[in-house]
């Protein structure tokens, strides 16, 4: 018969098994085989179908040969879930090309491995000797500081490859080595509001003050090429302090886009009457996507900046971003916005290298106490830390890193509001935690930036 000729393979072969093994019984088969039309054609197919299916046949008419080929059957669909879902239209073409990336990202693996010796920069700490305040070194396979450099406290370090990393100063953005003897050397020159590198180094995207004016600039040099202007992306108006607030350019994993991320800005065509905020995804050769309207202003909550909070999903083209609505997942491919935990007011999101747990900071109260959640994102399961911590790096599958805090007396405000006290602890997934060897300061009270990265 045609009725499964439509459908893969498998299926056809399903349909041939049921009438060998229950030819008999042709009631039986009919039934058996609706139900594998009904599974495969259901918007919401589920696994139970399939069992629903073979027992349709009673489990007297199959031999052993039978029984066992329906089970490897049984496995391979579930496991694999191969389902006819409905199709999707496209999305209405907007009279211009839609650009194509050029990446693709690497599929997600959740399997537990070790974890593999890393690196990572730390800005704004002190170390537990008491030497001050920079920017540190430090090697997880030794667990101890490697290296220490007077660069900016607050310069946003990023490693540029595995011998050198980048920071922000005064002069603009300054490259430094990492090894013995090595001396600084300004790369750009200028006011570096915020920058990243794509992975490997080969790209860099900033956002260039223009002197002399509160315009702003994005630019981008790709690898063997001078720099280029893509444009003013707005104007400068000053930034609120509040824990919202972000100043960040990101790359996805695997290079194919980038997002600029600004609450200070308000973009070059504003909208009146709503918060200033710039968000913009980009392609890696700078073409511009995708673009958020600044949201509107919240009586009840204050000025909150438009969207922010962002982290990208590693091996995903999937970016997670926050705003007064909750937090929000985009996909740069489709250009498609989904809520995600709607309601939910998260800060400082990091997320495992694999791609399969996030952990982020609420807060709670005039004091603003904070509780870290991990989450699988895979099953959707959570784990809340305990204590009050805030959440710094996922520098390892398996590894966390928190930061202590406790109320402290603010004589500005005239109350208590929690507040880094410089204890900073890995946690692995299994609970087990130990304090690392300095002391992080969060002296920046604007909070748009963890000031760290890992490298190999």
Known sequence: MAEFDDFPDEIRELDRMLREAAAPDAAGVARARARVRQGMTSPAPRAGW????????????????????????AAVFIAGNLVRTPTVPAPASSGSPTPQPTGSPVPISCDTAPVTPFRALVAQFDLSSGNGTGTLLYDQATQRVVSRFDAATDGQPRFVDGGAFTYIAPTGLVRQGTGPGSKPATLVAGQILSYAWSPGG????????????????????????????????????????????????????????????????????????????????????????????????????????????VVWRPGTHGLFFGNFSGVNLLDADSREVKPYHPGLRWYQPVISPDGCRIAYTTRDGDAMAPTTVIEDLQTGSTVTVPGHRSTLAFPAPGLLWLAEEQPQFSAFSGASQYEPTGVVTSRSLAGDEKALPFQYRDTNSTGFETHHDIGS
């Open 50 to 73: 399939l069992s629903g299916a073979i027992a349709a046949l009673g489990s007297r008419r199959l031999v052993p040969a039978t029984a066992v080929a329906f089970g490897l059957i």
């Open 202 to 309: 080969k790209d860099l995207a900033y956002v260039l003050g223009i002197s002399g004016s509160q315009t702003v600039e994005l630019w981008l040099q790709r690898q063997g090429s001078a720099p280029v202007s893509l444009g003013p992306i707005g104007t400068a108006q000053g930034r609120e302090t509040g824990l919202d607030d972000q100043r960040l350019i990101e790359y996805s994993s695997d290079g194919a886009y980038f997002a600029v991320v600004d609450t200070s800005v308000v973009p070059a065509a504003p909208v009146p009457g709503r918060s200033a905020g710039l968000f913009q995804v980009r392609t890696n050769t700078g073409q511009l996507i995708y673009e958020r309207t600044p949201a509107e202003r919240v009586p009840s909550q204050g000025a909150i900046p438009s969207d922010s909070q």
